[in-house]
């Protein structure tokens, strides 16, 4: 193996992590702890192992500590949880790569339940801290894990309609997947439901809490199956990691459907799509509308050469995290920037978004460039930012700038 | 009404234009300048430092080895103008082709009246030394051809308000004079009368003094007091003000540098 590519499904519970050709993965508890003897950092069962001897301190749930800006306090030392949470993602990248000595990370593809701004900020953080580039590391959905999972299986896998149940200690999550064949190209819509019925795992080591796991599952899968025809069923999280505690369930799932377990899906998914960016063409050719993605395309009618021509600032299917653009435009007697948004769902229905030049300053037309610079704080939300820069010395340049959000 | 992509043109010479006084930055700048001041581009304006510029800076390497080509079998030629506009296409086929009129328009002038055209044109920019000794040349060249008597009057009246702006009052009032001589204009004794205005010292001849009695003098005062109020409240007076109600350090430092300022508008005039 000359480079590493790595998928990392990143929870508050538990982390996995799958290389790619490498059949086995990593599941390790997200803790960390530091040894009172030595200061030493321990990260999953040596981090248990240690608190439970009473020499070290342990800090779990550290996507959270990140996410609200908490601390910890270990040994009279209060840390920041961003610097926990690197310190771990410091040491699960050190045990994969102790696997491989010499072999550069070619990719990184982590995995998130949740698509929050400041969690991805601060594992970007956290790339930059660890020395590795951030153009080799990318931020994916669990439910984009699932889309790349599921096609890179024979076709007539997701042929049909594919579902899937991810149970963990944390939750209980139903995705669905379609791919529709446009005229274009393939889109893959997915999407995932929180279920109520979520259960601690806890319950799975007494023969009663597993009659009534399977039982509320079983009341799931009625709700969410019945009526519709799938291809397959994928089940995964800590909670398959066997399914003889769950027989009613699975008996369920399986009438006439292939079901196929896989508890490290996630991160396998993640170490696909690692391994996509390396191909000089993709071997996923779908625009994948999903959670983390943009839904609509954001475009604008623009002049090249005496033609009228849409150039898109931001694509449907893009990752809204990573989607940014910036261009320069001339404005010829217009006053207002004009976006043209539309979906793949509908793509003959167009909403236009129109924001003023409001304090830019009145020059004669073709004499006013402008930059228009676009970027999303979530899926829904982009940032427009327009700023005046002049004409050179013939019109110079004014402080005029707009912000404006808007909803995509 | 529309929006223009514009190229990535990563320029970090830019190209300086001397008589506008600026630098260019883009090929939409340089559009701007060959669309806007025909009567500056026109004479020698595309020559190999702008191809150079076009090759190197705006990274139009094929337009700028056709204009090389062009410039070396056939010399400067307005088709170089023209060849430019089309290659960068920041003015629509219309605006070019209104443009080619301007131009030929321009060339179908006789020689001096495109040459005074010019030398208005530098007027208007405050290059007063250049247009001064522009119209200095017509009239020089003119001698022995039949320029009617209004033509020249008007070349002498705009040669009197170029020594005007270069404070040579006594030029310019020999200017006026002459452009009197040439046809008799109530403009040009207007000319004259602010003259002696500006430098008491100055004295019109007795011939125009006598005639001065039929012009509304009492207006033309009025006039010239309007532009003197309106001069002490605004531009370079109202900033002079603010230097000087500054502490003494920062009231030399700032004198000094307006005095630099104004040296080299003055330089630039001539």
Redesign the interface.
């Known amino acids: 193996m000359d480079k590493l590519i790595i998928g990392i499904d990143l929870c508050d519970a538990y982390t996995q992590a799958a290389v790619a050709g490498r059949d086995e993965t990593w599941v390790i508890p997200t803790v960390i702890c530091r040894k009172k003897t030595d200061g030493g950092w321990y990260v999953g069962e040596e981090a248990y192992k240690y608190t439970l001897m009473g020499e070290g301190v342990i800090v779990d749930k550290l996507l959270s500590l990140a996410v609200k800006d908490g601390t910890a306090t270990i040994s009279s030392v209060k840390y920041q949880g961003a610097e926990l949470l690197r310190m771990y993602m410091e040491r699960i990248l050190a045990m994969i790569r102790a696997e491989y000595p010499g072999v550069p990370v070619a990719q990184l593809v982590i995995s998130l339940e949740n698509m929050e701004m400041k969690l991805m900020d601060c594992l970007m953080g956290c790339a930059d801290a660890l020395g590795i580039s951030r153009d080799l590391v990318h931020i994916a959905s669990h439910t984009e894990c699932f889309v790349y999972y599921v096609l890179s299986q024979k076709r007539d896998v997701w042929g049909g309609q594919v579902g899937m149940f991810s149970l963990s200690d944390e939750a209980l999550r139903y995705y669905e997947l379609k791919v529709v064949q446009g005229p274009r190209q393939m889109t893959a819509w997915a999407e995932h439901e929180d279920l109520e019925e979520g259960f601690s795992l806890n319950v799975l080591d007494s023969p009663s809490g597993a009659r009534m796991a399977d039982q509320i599952l079983c009341a799931c899968g009625e709700r969410l199956l019945q009526k519709k025809l799938y291809s397959s069923i994928f089940l995964t999280g800590k909670g398959f990691g066997r399914t003889d505690w769950a027989p009613e369930f699975m008996k369920q799932v399986c009438h006439r459907r292939r079901v196929f377990a896989e508890p490290s899906l996630f991160a396998r998914g993640a170490a696909l799509k690692a391994g996509d960016y390396l191909e000089e063409r993709s071997s996923y050719p779908f625009v994948c509308l999903c959670e983390g993605k943009l839904r609509s395309t954001v475009a604008m009618e623009v002049m090249k050469r005496d033609s009228r021509i849409q150039i898109a600032l931001a694509s449907a299917g893009e990752s809204w995290y990573e989607a940014r653009s910036v261009l320069e435009v001339i404005l010829d007697g217009q006053e207002e920037i004009e976006l043209i948004i539309t979906s793949p769902q509908n793509p003959k229905q167009k909403r236009l978004v129109r924001i003023p030049l409001e304090g830019f300053p009145k020059r004669p037309p073709k004499t006013t460039r402008v930059r228009i610079a676009v970027g999303f704080l979530d899926e829904r939300t982009m940032v427009v930012k327009i700023v005046d820069r002049g004409f050179g010395e013939l019109f110079p340049k004014t402080d005029a700038e707009i912000r404006q959000e808007v909803r995509v | ?6 190229r990535q043109e990563p320029v970090t010479s ?1 190209y300086f234009v001397e008589e ?1 006084g ?5 090929s ?2 340089l559009n ?2 060959i669309y806007h001041h025909p009567l500056l581009v026109m004479e020698d304006f595309v020559n190999e430092r702008l191809a150079a510029f076009l090759r190197t800076e705006l990274r139009l390497p094929f337009l700028a080895e056709r204009i090389q080509k062009w410039i070396q079998s056939r010399g400067p030629s307005d088709e170089l103008l023209f060849l430019i506009l089309q290659d960068c ?5 219309a605006e070019q082709a209104a443009y080619r009129q301007k131009v030929a328009g321009l060339r179908k002038l006789s020689s001096h009246e495109y040459e005074k055209k010019r030398a208005d044109y530098f007027y208007s920019l405050g290059l007063y030394g250049r247009s001064a000794s522009m119209y200095k040349r017509i009239l020089d060249n003119g001698e022995g051809r039949s320029l009617s008597h209004e033509f020249r009057g008007k070349v002498w009246n705009n040669l009197g308000a170029c020594y005007g702006e270069l404070f040579s009052f006594q030029k310019a009032m020999d200017a006026y004079v002459c452009a009197w001589n040439e046809k008799p204009e109530a403009a040009y004794l207007k000319g004259m009368y602010f003259l002696t205005k500006l430098d008491p010292e100055l004295s019109m001849k007795d011939r125009c003094r006598e005639l001065l009695a039929s012009q509304d003098t009492e207006g033309w005062d009025r006039e010239f007091n309007e532009a003197l109020v309106r001069a002490g409240q605004t531009g370079p007076a109202v900033r002079l003000q603010e230097i000087f109600d500054r502490d003494p350090e920062k009231r030399l430092e700032g004198a000094a540098k307006v005095l630099n300022q104004w040296k080299l508008e003055y330089r630039k005039m001539l």
Do not use: G, K, R, W
């Open positions: 009404m529309s929006l223009i992509l514009c830019p506008l600026v630098h260019l930055y883009s939409q700048e701007y300048v296409a920041f003015y629509t086929q």
